[in-house]
């Protein structure tokens, strides 16, 4: 098992959502790292990709969970989103489906839903 407390972060590949997600999650968990696992609009990834891109996500948090121990797992949407460009509405509704799909994988951890605004702060999303 690695050294070190990990979280695991289902996020986009957009560079600016990067650094807001990893610096919330050490704060509010505690951890010392975070796997991203990116996709372009990760959460409509998970919802309308190919069985294949789902594959290739669950493959990745489990090297996470499996590997390094982590136990938070963040779908993350943001605001401006080049790879779901939807409303904020139907984007957080995105969100709360994916994360649902995600608790469905029956790993041990923990699932939330993240919405970066405009602002790139971070809120949770009831999922
Ligand atoms: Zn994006």
Request: proline share 3%; aromatic share 6%; with cysteine.
């Amino acid at each position: 098992m690695a050294h070190g407390t990990f979280g695991t972060a289902i996020n986009c590949m957009d560079g600016r959502a990067q650094l807001p997600v990893i610096t919330w999650l050490k704060e509010q968990y505690g951890l010392d790292y975070v796997d991203m696992i990116t996709e372009a609009g990760a959460a409509k990834a998970l919802l309308e990709g190919t069985p294949e891109q789902a594959a290739s996500v669950l493959a990745r948090v489990r090297v996470s969970v499996e590997k390094h121990g982590s136990r938070i797992v963040a779908i993350v949407g943001h605001d401006d989103c080049a790879g779901n460009p939807v409303s904020e509405e139907e984007h957080r509704r995105h969100i709360a489906a994916s994360v649902a799909v995600a608790r469905a994988w029956g790993l041990p951890v923990e699932v939330i839903g993240l919405w970066l605004g405009n602002d790139w702060q971070i809120e949770c999303i009831d999922a």
